[in-house]
């Protein structure tokens, strides 16, 4: 490491390694660019259930890739006049196979329907063709008479429009943020300016090598993929830079050279950036164990995100500053014989002092408050209708609403039964399932049939889902019949969804533990920081969710958002503690334990609590999304990193080593000769602090 580091901040190594590596990314992400895939039918449904297996025999139907939308024709006030059916039947007949369905009339006399046939391939192709249906229903209606569309083909244009140009707004937006919040840390006007660029080709590579790496293995992306990628990159990749310019920093300030300074900060500084990484990469990695196509491809493309990231903030980035040198700080430039953050008494070490005055109560306080914030735990209810999957409601949701008042619920989005079976004994069978209002064949073709089965009960309601597992129960005797639809894909997604939690969740505190044992070589630090952790997201869940009732109005928790937030809160609040206690046990092999965490606050209190806003505002950024699972994973981490930062980190953490002394790093622990300074109070007489012999076992 030693020869590594002096490499890489010799002169002309460094200006080597900062051209070659950045006009080497940029070549590749110019000239290679983004793999690309065509979408499947199946990507966003549970590899295994029974809605994929609907699915992927329809698309053995004559243009078994197409969808429906349902054209929804009501009148603001009264009954359709019969001028004004003649009018409606004279748009429907200007829609392609629009005939081959009847216009449909509401019993009150207020609305009528049409369904229309959507022969489109991918979601480019379906969201033209529902525009062009859009556009040819609404003109020249009668006064009074209003068209609007909806059903799959029409939700999933909408679903579209949404993720339009997201991925560049969100780029625009978390590299702005960032680049604020750099500003405010460093307050200077040039400083901010090398990690932000690191960072930010670190982060356009990436999604090259992300996105060519899923190709590679066949594994599914989706449209939020790259942008969730991005924040991971920008949020992590940030971090990791605050951490390793706060050091250098600090080393600027004992030595003459600042070529020796970085050699020295960045070998103390590497251990807990690689630490911090392949915990995170860990973490993202067991999402390749989702029943979810698309899930798997994120947590492979954010690992491979956070390897880039790493590898640039370690190798470029130190190279860049020392090839511009100190004054690129100004006007805070450091300079040799200042006293370091971890000698001074500065706002951190003060709050580390009160912290081991009292670290029992500290515990018990701090304790306390999280329960208290993991109460909302007990009220949360998951599984987001589709009418409520977005921030601002799109027509195809205003118009199933407006369906619903005067058809059967599911009459714009049936249960749609694939079969290889005679299509008249599954349509009768299906008839006599209570909560069936009628079914009949749509399609035929290739062996293949297509029942459509029409659910009484509300969309997203339980007496929905109900219905969908009695249909399935009576249609089991029939060979290769499956049942899908909106309402069978939900009740698929929140089984598969609570499967992933079962499974994904004690793998990943598992792995974190095993990487925090190997790195500290201790079995009770490991077990603290983790069980911090987990109390750290039950209670961002907790308060999230009184966030998402009583504030934006939302009336569940997606069945996704807990896992997603599980692990990035798991993976990344994991890494704020690997900063403290790395630092920690380095002052504590020459002060102790309990001031080596004093110490080790005082000296990363600054730059993890910056890391730490700087992370949560990054994720926060996922808002300008108007998905609401997206929303929600937002405000979860962003409450989960903010707790983490400001209180686990800075009082729980320290309380717990303070309280716990040499048995907090059992079974090693520093040299029996080490004796702890009295220091304990602010304001209390300071004796000379002993210098121990590094670490023995017991």
């Known amino acids: 490491m030693h020869a590594l580091t002096d490499r890489i901040t010799r002169k002309w190594w460094a200006v080597a390694i900062v051209v070659l590596a950045l006009a080497g990314a940029l070549g590749v992400v110019g000239a290679v660019g983004e793999a690309s895939r065509t979408a499947a039918s199946t990507d966003a449904l549970p590899v295994g259930s029974d809605s994929a297996a609907a699915t992927a025999l329809r698309d053995r139907l004559p243009q078994g890739e197409g969808s429906t939308a349902v054209v929804v024709f009501s009148k603001e006030s009264g009954s359709l006049s ?28 207020t609305a009528a329907l049409a369904v229309v046939p959507v022969d489109a391939t991918d979601a480019g192709d379906t969201a033209k063709q529902v525009a062009d249906i859009r556009s040819a229903v609404k003109a020249e209606l009668p006064d009074g008479v209003s068209a609007q569309v909806t059903g799959p083909a029409a939700v999933q244009a909408d679903l579209a429009a949404v993720f339009e140009g997201a991925n560049t707004r969100l780029l625009i937006a978390t590299a702005s943020v960032v680049a604020l919040l750099l500003v405010l840390t460093y307050r200077s006007p040039l400083l901010w300016i090398l990690p932000l660029l690191v960072v930010g080709v670190a982060d356009r590579l990436a999604a090259v090598l992300a996105t060519h790496t899923l190709a590679a293995f066949s594994i599914v992306w989706d ?19 605050l951490l390793l310019i706060s050091r250098y920093r600090d080393e600027l300030r004992r030595h003459a050279d600042r070529r020796e300074a970085m050699s020295l900060a960045l070998r103390r500084t590497a251990e807990a950036v690689l630490s911090s990484a392949v915990t995170v990469v860990l973490g993202l990695l067991t999402l390749l164990l989702s029943l979810f196509p698309a899930t798997r491809g994120l947590g492979l493309a954010c690992a491979v995100g956070v390897v880039v990231a790493a590898a640039f903030v370690l190798l470029v980035l130190p190279a860049l500053l ?34 081991a005055a009292h670290p029992r109560r500290v515990i018990s306080v701090t304790l306390v408050v999280l329960a208290v914030m993991a109460a909302g735990l007990a009220a949360i209810e998951t599984g987001l209708k589709s009418s409520d999957q977005f921030l601002k409601k799109p027509e195809a949701i205003a118009a199933s609403e407006r369906l619903a008042r005067s058809f059967p619920a599911g009459s714009a989005d049936p249960a749609v039964i694939v079969t290889t079976a005679d299509p ?26 297509e029942v459509d089965a029409v659910i009484d009960a509300a969309p997203g309601s339980d007496a929905a889902a109900g219905t969908v597992r009695a249909l399935r129960t009576a249609l089991a005797g029939f060979p290769e019949t499956h049942v899908g639809g909106t309402e069978a894909v939900a009740l698929d997604q929140a089984e598969a969804s609570s499967r992933d939690r079962l499974v ?18 201790s079995v009770v630090a490991p077990l603290v920081l983790v069980a911090t952790v987990v109390a750290t997201y039950l209670a961002s869940v907790g ?68 890391a730490g806003i700087l992370l949560a505002a990054v994720f926060a950024v996922l808002g300008v999304l108007p998905l609401v699972v997206l929303a929600q994973i937002g405000v979860i981490i962003c409450v989960g990193v903010l707790l983490d930062t400001l209180v686990v980190r800075t009082l729980l953490v320290p ?27 602010p304001g209390a007489s300071r004796r000379p602090e002993p210098v121990t012999q590094g670490w023995t076992k017991p």
């Open 322 to 355: 020392v090839t511009f040198g100190r004054w690129v700080f100004w006007p805070r430039v450091p300079h040799e014989g200042q006293a370091a953050l971890a000698d001074g008494h500065s706002l951190w070490r003060r709050v580390g002092d009160r912290v």
């Open 424 to 449: 008249d004994a599954v349509a009768s069978a299906a008839q006599q399932v209570p909560g069936i209002v009628g079914a009949r064949t749509v399609k035929e073709g290739s062996g293949v049939a």
């Open 223 to 241: 449209e939020s993929t790259i942008g969730i990628l991005s924040v991971l990159v920008f949020g992590a990749g940030t971090d990791y830079a």
């Open 655 to 681: 309380a717990i080593a303070v309280a716990l002394g040499d048995r907090f790093w059992w079974p090693r622990r520093p040299h029996p000769a080490a004796l702890e300074s009295t220091e304990v109070t």
């Open 82 to 109: 019969p001028a004004d059916v003649s009018a409606i039947e004279a748009r429907v007949a200007t829609l392609p196979e629009a005939g081959k369905a009847p216009l449909q009339r509401s019993e009150d006399g």
């Open 543 to 610: 308060a999230s969710w009184w966030i998402f009732t009583k504030v934006f109005g939302f009336s569940a928790l997606d069945d996704s958002a807990p896992l997603f937030a599980f692990v990035f809160l798991v993976a990344l609040g994991v890494d704020y503690n690997i900063f403290l206690v790395t630092r920690a046990r380095e002052e504590a092999r020459t002060h102790g334990s309990r001031t080596g965490m004093l110490r080790g606050l005082a000296a990363t209190g600054g730059v993890i609590t910056s």
């Open 504 to 521: 994904i969740f004690p793998i990943v505190l598992a792995l974190v533990l095993l990487a925090l044992g190997l790195l500290l070589r």
